[in-house]
């Protein structure tokens, strides 16, 4: 008997844990942090509608961002959702100039 209540709390430690590490969560910045691309390879950065979603288009090396919240997907990436002025990405695009990159490679000062 108590081989199997130990049992079924494991497991259930186990699976709360293993659950928790798949959900993604959101962080909100109290204050929008001032960015900017920063993409080592010199490439565009892909800006995408969700995390790891649809791509928007993409960005040059140092255009400026305010960072206002980040979060992260199933494979543990952490996302940024940016905001930059200047050329909106897509005419269709309900906000133009807004959408998620990946953390890596951008810079923050907060």
Not at 1 to 14: D, E, N, P, S
Not at 45 to 58: D, F
Request: net charge positive; with cysteine; aromatic share 6%.
């Amino acid at each position: 008997m108590k081989k199997t209540a130990l049992f079924l709390i494991i497991a259930a430690l186990v699976s709360q844990t293993a659950t928790a590490r798949l959900l993604p969560t959101s962080i909100r910045v109290d204050n929008s942090a001032s960015c900017m691309v920063a993409d080592p390879t010199g490439t565009l950065l892909n800006v995408r509608e969700t995390p790891a979603g649809k791509r928007l288009g993409s960005l040059k090396n140092g255009t400026k961002l305010t960072l206002t919240h980040f979060d992260d997907d199933s494979r543990g990436r952490t996302w940024s959702y940016v905001k930059w002025e200047g050329q909106p990405l897509q005419k269709t695009n309900e906000k133009p100039n807004e959408g998620w990159v990946i953390r890596e490679y951008i810079s923050c000062k907060l």
